[in-house]
């Protein structure tokens, strides 16, 4: 059922419909390098071969991490006796330096048109120098669930390549049902379609398809799992974005998603990074909670460690948050890589060995000795050193058990600025 050409391309009318330059260019001879990024079953293949049928060049089609320099030599050489083709390099990431050496003198002269398809960000993992001579880089989104209903029509009626020969009862409701478990991917929309066809009964010659039938091989259909693959930390970062949007439904919904995908470690590390990050101290007692529940994970295991992970997952996003920490570390880094450095004021340098104070090593003024208020003994004594006298790194946040905090900074600077008067 892949499309042929152009006209028969399902979706990505906003990538190549007839609207777009792209199509426009291809219909009147004209085809660019490019590369197609997104996630498998979505179209990538299924638009380099439209875009080979609408233009009429030769066709090769490789996969980068099975093809060799041999293989890349003969579509260099065909491409010298034709004049131009068309290279599908499927899973470009995996392109080695010694078959690009091979291939991109020519891509760069027009001999062969490259149409590289990956699941990974072009702009992470594809090498600059195949970006460099891809005019178009196109990211294609999950087919809308209207596009899997038209793809699975298409099979049902199409007797040459599809199941249009066998007389087949199926609802439009039983249709939507495959649409709806194959979450955009139109490779599993098919193969769902065909494991249906071939699992459901017969009667009459008539194969009756039942919800049963759909329900049971769809089970886990939409899991889509790249373990360390750009779809896998696009997961992590929408996760970490709602909780600190402080939406549990959609945290629930991210970490759902990860947990079936089996990387519990990764997962469990960026919770805990979060709690931190994004909770910090307007709730200091959310690390602890959040450690507990990843220990209790690892040694639950699988299925029953999602329990204890959505129940800190739920927490930090009910939490009042503060990002006050990371802000105030990252600040002083900057200052360091800046050069904003001094030295260590004398009295805070080591004094425990004799001939300190011969270097200059003594003034420091102990604060428990000198007890005041509530929080702890206190002295006025300068800690930065000379050079950074003045900096704020630390900037508190109003929130939760941080404005107790922010209380007591604000009173220390307060009888900083008392004393120096």
């Not at 085809?31 to 009429?56: D, R």
């Not at 970006?131 to 040459?160: M, P």
Request: proline share 4%.
């Amino acid at each position: 059922m892949r499309p042929r050409n152009l006209d028969e391309v399902v979706g990505h009318q906003d990538i190549i419909g007839p609207k777009t330059n792209l199509y426009k260019m291809i219909q009147k001879g004209h085809v660019p390098s490019m590369l197609l990024y997104g996630e498998p079953g979505i179209g990538k293949t299924s638009i380099a071969f439209a875009i080979a049928g609408s233009s009429n060049l030769p066709f090769f089609a490789l996969n980068a991490t099975r093809a060799g320099k041999k293989d890349v030599e003969d579509v260099v050489n065909e491409a010298k006796i034709v004049g131009q083709v068309i290279l599908f390099l499927d899973e470009i990431h995996r392109f080695n330096k010694l078959q690009q050496d091979t291939l991109l003198p020519h891509v760069e002269n027009g001999a062969i048109v490259l149409i590289g398809a990956t699941t990974e960000n072009p702009f992470h993992d594809v090498n600059p120098a195949i970006r460099s001579r891809c005019g178009e880089i196109k990211q294609l989104k999950k087919l809308e669930e209207s596009d899997i209903v038209s793809l699975i029509q298409r099979a049902l009626e199409d007797k040459e390549r599809g199941l249009g020969q066998y007389s087949i009862r199926i609802t439009e409701k039983q249709i939507q049902e495959i649409a709806l478990a194959a979450n955009g991917d139109a490779r599993k929309a098919l193969t769902l379609l065909e494991s249906v066809y071939y699992a459901s009964d017969e009667e009459n010659d008539e194969t009756i398809v039942d919800d049963a039938t759909i329900q049971s091989l769809a089970e886990r259909i939409g899991v889509y799992g790249d373990q360390k693959g750009s779809h896998f930390y696009n997961l992590l970062s929408a996760l970490q974005k709602s909780v600190r949007g402080s939406d549990p439904n959609a945290a629930i919904y991210y970490l759902a998603n990860l947990l079936e995908n089996g990387d519990l470690v990764a997962v469990s590390r960026r919770l805990l990074v979060m709690s931190y990050e994004d909770i910090g101290l307007a709730a200091p007692e959310v690390g602890a909670h959040v450690l507990a529940a990843i220990q209790s994970a690892e040694r639950l295991g699988m299925p029953e460690a999602r329990i204890p992970l959505a129940s800190a997952v739920i927490e930090m996003c009910l939490a009042e948050k503060s990002n006050s920490a990371i802000t105030a570390i990252d600040a002083a880094i900057s200052s360091i890589h800046q050069g904003k450095t001094g030295d260590i004021p004398l009295h805070l340098r080591d004094a425990h060995y004799s001939g300190a104070k011969t270097l200059g090593v003594e003034g420091y003024q102990y604060p428990h000795n000198t007890p005041v208020g509530t929080f702890g003994g206190w002295v006025d004594q300068e800690y930065l050193p000379d050079k950074l006298v003045g900096s704020e790194f630390y900037k508190p946040v109003i929130a939760g058990q941080e404005k107790r905090m922010a209380g007591i900074y604000d009173h220390l600077n307060q009888l900083k600025k008392k004393n120096k008067k």
